[in-house]
């Protein structure tokens, strides 16, 4: 008997040991290193190196004075502590990460090093009432910028825009010398990083460093418009655009003009208290903003002070109202504009293998989006990942949901500290219910976590195809769950705060939010559930196809080597997704838009030259969830 105790005493530990060690093996497996090949797109070659995306980077607040820096820019690297160097003699294509194959460089910058650019450009001609800013689209990670020898300062965060009044450093006449310091810890550092990693494996993919979206200077006056969000409200049928200025004073006036096309449908002027304003806006006929009629209203905006104009600007809105709210069978939907719509959506990494996170051209920014219409879905969800305004403005334009994660941090580390991490977080997941990793942050990074989802959402919510905030993906660094979900909601009340997407929801979010691979029908016990439920991800379908791949040993959850067999796959996940439609499924998103290096389970291919299944097929078959019919 003494021994029987003794046997039943050690079994529980063994087992769990067991159970620790084939979950370790099993990460260990997944994060095997791997050899990444760069590929061409088909806009590989239409990059011009001399001017690259030209294009007007600030869709939601236009002026005319402006100047582009992209293009040929000089680069060097020293040791993380190194002084700025003498040579910078080698060459690098901005706004190209020096990953990638576009920026000419294609090498990888290491924790321990830093790196310097240099450019020298001639400064737009201005009057003594005008200021010349310097705008950096993104930076990753940690910048800092002189200007003839002046510091500007500095900026830590690799995902949104930020500036400089470089006035004051400007030389009288002749070429300014603008240098950018940058150093990036990647996955080994305190702040965001998404998906990269310095030992690319499984779902961790190339690093990204330095300066990957556009550089740009601009003249504005010293009191000018800053920003402008719109507020729909459905019930009341108008809008209440909310701005803020600079340097304005009590006695100022807003002019706008809401136009439809070439017609004028609204005008007003605001009042301007401590730097903001309001204006409701209500034209005689709301026409609103969806998928299936994604318009857009253009706005002027003028800021006048005793009768003369002193800022001119352009931006427009999309009037939408999203919520959740029970439908007519008493379940928990999505709602757009008064109205139950079913969220069928790809999940979008935003990767390209010629220039990584920044798409080769605007035309190529704009293809994703309009491929994901194509294919029939209506949704994207912008994975762990912030692009620059253009591809968001093109989102609005052309009609799709935006659901946007906030991009990991904290969670990575080096390969083998993020097997044993991962392996406790699913060991502590089945024991405790809670994942391990809410108590690694350290108070850097809890802080950086909340300073940068703060600016990310300021940056990000203007745009009107973003209907939903994730703050955190599959416990990705996630802590202070509750808090952070209600700081999102107090912050954006107009927009849906996801719960956790995937693993551990603590049951705040406005959805539920799971994450159902190879087992799609197994959670119908969970509809309906008092909140919307939506499958976060499934699918993941993976098939190779030759001379497409960037590297060997791909990987999805489900592997095919026939397109027709994949292509019945598909089709038998979606007549799941179909059949917990009536049941409460309020929405699904499908891994994903494309392949991207070591994972095949797009519906296209990494270079973007080929569908797995022909988009009108996709469409088809799309449509029986996206077309309203039946209940609700």
Known sequence: MKRFLIAGALALPLVLIGIMVVVGYEVYTFTRPVEVTALSTPWTEKVNPDAPLKEYPRPQLRRDNWQNLNGRWQYSITSKDGVRPENFSDEIIVPYGIESSLSGVAETLLPIQRLWYKKTFTAQVMDAENRLLLHFGAVDWEAEIWLNGSRLGSHRGGYVPFSFDITDALRPSGLQEL?????????????????????????????????????????????????????????????????????????DNLDITVYSGNEIVAQGRASIIENQAELRIAPEILRLWSPDDPFLYDVKIQLARDGITLDSVTSYFGAREVMTAKDSQGITRLFLNGQPIFH???????????????????????????????MGFNTIRKHVKVEPARWYWHADRIGVLVWQDMPTGDGGGERYGQVFRQALDIFSAHSTGKPLRNLDRSVESEALYKQELKEIMDYLEFFPSIVAWVPFNEAWGQFDTDEVLAEVKKRDPHRITGGPSGWFDTGIGDVLDLHVYLREADFVEELPNGRAVIYGEFGGLALPIEDHISAVDGWGYLNFDDNKDFEGAYLAVLSIIESLRPRGLAGAIYTQTTDVESEINGLMTYNRMAFKIAPEKLAEINQRLTVPHGPP
Not at 229 to 234: A, C, G, K
């Open 344 to 374: 069928l959506g790809l999940l979008d990494q935003g990767w390209w293998p010629d220039g990584l996170y920044t798409a080769p051209t605007d035309e190529a920014l704009a293809f994703d989006i309009e491929a994901t219409r194509r």
């Open 179 to 251: 240098v950018v310091a940058v150093w990036d810890p990647t996955n080994t550092g305190p702040g965001a990083y998404g998906k990269q990693h310095l030992v690319p494996h499984g779902i961790r993919y190339t690093p990204v460093s330095g300066i990957w979206q556009t550089v740009w200077t601009e003249v504005v006056p010293e009191s000018r418009v800053e920003s402008m969000i719109s507020v729909t409200n459905l019930a009341g049928g108008e809008v209440t655009l909310k701005l803020k200025t600079r340097g304005a004073i009590s006695s």
